[in-house]
């Protein structure tokens, strides 16, 4: 039964912000092939006792929001990947009271869809080039998330729990 809204990941852009107030732009990073993440879980406490059984019993614990990693081609020259000011490598030259940023990632737009994108704070933590003999270069990137990401729908209400 098709129609339920499935989609491949063709036109999904992962995009930082600007940092502007109170109207952020966001900036496209460029080249991307695959973005994955946000990849969540959360921590287990066991509170299993004498009157448990034969079955262990845990309760919840926090939420780590993972981290969101892409591929892209590697384009040295783009201000959206280099160290230039907003680029991805500039990332690594802020300061621990800055290395938080905005992130974005768009979904891929679907005709009679509703727009929809995930958002959150992170840390880019991981970038690596691969620059072959005989294939395209390439530039990897990670991203920890900081606190918990949202997915808006546009025409729904967002909730960014607690």
Known sequence: MAGKGESTGMGVQLQKSNGATPEPEYISVLGIKNVSGPDMSRDTHDVTDMDSGTFREFIGGLVDAGEVSFEANFLPRDPSQNQSDGGFMAEFDRGSCDS????????????????????????????????????????????????????????QASSSGA
């Open 100 to 155: 938080r940023g905005r992130w974005r990632i768009l979904l891929p737009e679907c005709e009679g869809e509703p727009s929809a994108y995930f958002e959150f704070d992170g840390i880019v933590t991981g970038q690596a080039i691969e620059m072959p003999m005989d294939d395209v270069m390439g530039f990897n990137g990670t991203i920890k998330l900081s606190g918990r990401p949202s997915l808006f729908v546009e025409g």
